[in-house]
């Protein structure tokens, strides 16, 4: 062999080696870090999943034009699952096995969360930051998923302690989404009731997507509850208290986050006034934190709303992990990031542990006047 084909051999082994270590982490390239979201964008739930796009694509803008994450631009592939599992399961196999992302992040849903959840951990690849408070995706702690916001524990747990105490309701019932969105809201319904000797006076379900919410409102109306916890979206929800004032139903009518505020803000008009809200990121009109103040600097005034704050503080914490990994990140790297990261965003602070993969326990109330959602402490 000459010295010439000898140096041109190492020089293509070289080659190989230095494009093999690029390959070996799918979704890293020299340039580019691929990260990829499917979520509702279409549909009676489609404000959620464009809210969450919508928020993450703002933050990534807003990395990319500094130059990215040591010289990386970040990709978001975003892909529509309509809300329903069974196309949820499906792009999110066309991402892993065409797109290879480094991540999923954003999805939006308990139902959603389930189908997907199992490609992530077969494919070892985070699953950051979903839309729902589900137990399943916080205990027992699995590697590589991550929430920011807290549970439907703590949510219910907050509105109980408020309705219970302020107003001193003891009749609450359920009206509920019939698949594994309403069943964990209701679990932790059942155990907030629990700690204060109560359980739930009744309830009613509705289906996944449908705005046919006629005869569960009526049943519930039967039962003459003080209050009313809704587990759905938000069109479900303005067409319930809609069909519940037009029959004489005056009861007080409670949601979770992921109900989606502005959505129903513009759907119910001035029927969702008195609606209470429990919220996991602050309100994205609070100026006064530094957090809020690059977001409104970010996002269009139509696209703002708490879930695409939730997506922005998403895209956020992802690029501080990515920017803790160094130069030559890998998904270990990355997750072992997480874990050590700790970090007030400027007025909302997010941390994790190896014991831990929730990063914020945070619970705000919110009662609906005037076609605002307004920040309140009690429900006096």
Same mark, same amino acid.
């Given at each position: 062999?000459? !010295?010439?084909?000898?140096?041109?051999?190492? =020089?293509?082994?070289?080659?190989? !080696? *230095?494009?093999?270590?690029?390959?070996?982490?799918?979704?890293?390239?020299?340039?580019?870090?691929?990260?990829?979201?499917?979520?509702?964008? *279409?549909?009676?739930?489609?404000?959620?999943?464009?809210?969450?796009?919508?928020?993450?694509?703002?933050?990534?803008?807003?990395?990319?034009?500094?130059?990215?994450?040591?010289?990386?631009?970040?990709?978001?592939?975003?892909?529509?699952?309509?809300?329903?599992?069974?196309?949820?399961?499906?792009?999110? #196999?066309?991402?892993?096995?065409?797109?290879?992302?480094?991540?999923?992040?954003?999805?939006?849903?308990?139902?959603?969360?389930?189908?997907? !959840?199992?490609?992530?951990?077969?494919?070892?690849?985070?699953?950051?930051?979903?839309?729902?408070?589900?137990?399943?995706?916080?205990?027992?702690?699995?590697?590589?998923?991550?929430?920011? #916001?807290?549970?439907?524990?703590?949510?219910?747990?907050?509105?109980?302690?408020?309705?219970?105490?302020?107003?001193?309701?003891?009749?609450?019932?359920?009206?509920?989404?019939?698949?594994?969105?309403?069943?964990?809201?209701?679990?932790?319904?059942?155990?907030?009731?629990?700690?204060?000797?109560?359980? !739930?006076?009744?309830?009613?379900?509705?289906?996944?997507?449908?705005?046919?919410?006629?005869?569960?409102?009526?049943? +519930?109306?039967?039962?003459?509850?003080?209050?009313?916890?809704?587990?759905?979206?938000?069109?479900?929800?303005?067409?319930?208290?809609?069909?519940?004032?037009?029959?004489?139903?005056?009861? #007080?009518?409670?949601?979770?986050?992921?109900?989606?505020?502005?959505?129903? +803000?513009?759907?119910?008009?001035?029927?969702? &006034?008195? /609606?209470?809200?429990?919220?996991?990121?602050?309100?994205?009109?609070? *100026?006064?934190?530094?957090?809020?103040?690059?977001?409104?600097?970010?996002?269009?005034?139509?696209?703002?709303?708490?879930?695409?704050?939730?997506?922005?503080?998403?895209?956020?914490?992802? =690029?501080?992990?990515?920017? &803790?990994?160094?130069?030559?990140?890998?998904?270990?790297?990355?997750?072992? =990031?997480?874990?050590?990261?700790?970090?007030?965003?400027?007025?909302?602070?997010?941390?994790?542990?190896?014991?831990?993969?929730?990063?914020?326990?945070?619970?705000?109330?919110?009662?609906?006047?005037?076609?605002?959602?307004?920040? /309140?402490?009690?429900?006096?």
């Amino acid at each position: 062999m000459t !010295l010439r084909q000898l140096l041109h051999g190492l =020089a293509v082994t070289c080659l190989l !080696l *230095s494009g093999g270590a690029g390959a070996a982490e799918p979704g890293l390239s020299a340039d580019e870090v691929r990260v990829g979201m499917v979520n509702v964008q *279409s549909g009676p739930a489609a404000a959620l999943g464009l809210g969450m796009r919508n928020g993450a694509q703002a933050y990534f803008m807003r990395i990319n034009a500094a130059g990215g994450i040591h010289g990386r631009r970040i990709s978001l592939i975003s892909q529509d699952d309509g809300y329903e599992p069974a196309r949820t399961a499906a792009q999110t #196999r066309a991402l892993l096995k065409t797109q290879q992302v480094f991540a999923l992040l954003g999805y939006v849903g308990t139902p959603t969360s389930r189908a997907a !959840l199992p490609l992530a951990l077969r494919a070892q690849v985070p699953y950051l930051f979903p839309f729902t408070g589900a137990e399943f995706l916080r205990t027992p702690v699995k590697p590589g998923v991550f929430n920011i #916001r807290a549970s439907y524990i703590e949510e219910t747990e907050h509105l109980v302690e408020r309705v219970t105490k302020d107003l001193g309701v003891r009749k609450i019932a359920i009206l509920m989404q019939d698949d594994s969105f309403g069943e964990s809201v209701k679990g932790g319904l059942n155990g907030a009731l629990l700690n204060r000797g109560l359980q !739930l006076h009744a309830q009613a379900r509705i289906q996944r997507n449908s705005l046919d919410v006629r005869a569960a409102v009526a049943a +519930l109306q039967r039962s003459q509850p003080e209050a009313v916890f809704f587990v759905g979206t938000y069109k479900q929800l303005a067409v319930a208290i809609k069909q519940a004032k037009a029959t004489g139903f005056n009861t #007080r009518f409670l949601s979770v986050s992921f109900v989606g505020t502005e959505g129903f +803000l513009e759907e119910a008009g001035s029927d969702g &006034d008195g /609606v209470y809200i429990s919220q996991v990121v602050p309100s994205p009109h609070d *100026s006064t934190r530094a957090l809020v103040q690059t977001y409104q600097a970010d996002v269009a005034p139509t696209e703002r709303g708490h879930a695409s704050l939730e997506g922005y503080i998403g895209a956020a914490v992802f =690029a501080q992990a990515l920017h &803790d990994t160094g130069r030559e990140p890998t998904r270990e790297r990355f997750i072992e =990031a997480l874990e050590h990261l700790d970090t007030d965003l400027g007025g909302f602070k997010v941390a994790f542990s190896r014991s831990r993969h929730q990063g914020s326990s945070a619970v705000f109330l919110t009662r609906i006047e005037n076609g605002k959602a307004i920040a /309140v402490e009690s429900m006096r």
